[in-house]
């Protein structure tokens, strides 16, 4: 870890998604990097706790609370856990998220709608509720993915001149993932220039909030606070039906990279990034 992390008297972490998979890694190296209290959480209690004591296995020790970003209440009762707890925040890593498999027998349009809800929706919601707590030279990351990227550069020229937008803000953004939403459900979303991707296209919301965001932080008075968004790789998970060309641990290295940069980052800083480089959206 750099000594040039600037670090309170309580520093804590969280990782949202991590009982299993690349937030399972990411907690792992968090404890052994991150100064202070990490914590995982899981929408199942039973299986964050038995995640938990599998890394107390290997000597780490984590702390668990649950989390459903879908839920306003969980992650209400995650912010007064820490704020009555350590009374701020220094890490936050959105790890959460989901995808419907090739095979899912669901409609299109409700994929789209659950997909949304968690990726980006869920993802949205844990900012603006826990953003409050961050705390000077704060680290947020965001996983998003290359297949973003990839949906992106499928959508019509219309659209990508608006996700490229300089004037682009939040309500955007929304607008745009709810465009893509209702358009799915009217099953006119190819008609309105979308790609056939839900996962794509959530990830797409949340690669551009990271742009946003960074854009608010700079103008807050809180210093340092720099949010990140990345890629993790081809990783081995459930998510990926086992496939991928990396482990959980090699998919984790660039979120802990982003989580652990040292004070006063001058980049990367509201970027896209893979392999610890930093990649452009479009």
């Avoid at 959105?94 to 997909?115: G, L, R």
């Avoid at 991928?244 to 990279?257: N, R, S, V």
Wanted: with cysteine.
């Amino acid at each position: 870890m750099s000594a040039a992390w600037v670090c309170s008297v309580t520093d804590f972490t969280t990782v949202t998604g991590s009982n299993k998979g690349i937030g399972y890694a990411i907690v792992r190296g968090l404890c052994k990097q991150f100064p202070g209290d990490v914590i995982l959480t899981a929408r199942s209690e039973e299986n964050g706790r038995e995640s938990v004591k599998k890394l107390n296995e290997e000597g780490l020790k984590p702390l668990f609370h649950q989390l459903d970003i879908t839920d306003d209440a969980s992650v209400r009762r995650m912010r007064d856990f820490l704020q009555m707890n350590y009374g701020g925040l220094d890490v936050l890593v959105n790890n959460a998220a989901i995808a419907y498999k090739m095979a899912a027998k669901e409609p299109f349009s409700k994929q789209v709608e659950v997909t949304m809800a968690t990726n980006f929706c869920g993802t949205l919601n844990v900012c603006r509720v826990l953003f409050p707590l961050l705390r000077p030279h704060a680290r947020v990351v965001h996983l998003s993915s290359r297949s973003g990227s990839f949906t992106a550069a499928r959508c019509s020229k219309a659209l990508q001149t608006r996700f490229l937008d300089p004037e682009l803000s939040m309500l955007k953004i929304e607008q745009l993932m709810n465009e893509f939403v209702e358009s799915a459900k009217a099953d006119i979303h190819k008609t309105n220039g979308w790609h056939d991707s839900a996962y794509g296209t959530t990830k797409i919301g949340v690669t551009l909030m990271t742009y946003v965001q960074q854009r608010e932080f700079s103008a807050d008075s809180r210093p340092d606070i720099v949010v990140n968004s990345c890629c993790p790789g081809f990783v081995v998970t459930d998510l990926t039906s086992q496939r991928g060309t990396k482990t959980i641990d090699e998919g984790a290295d660039t979120p802990l990279y982003l989580a652990m940069l040292p004070a006063n980052t001058t980049s990367p800083k509201g970027q896209f990034v893979c392999e610890r480089e930093i990649k452009t959206m479009l």
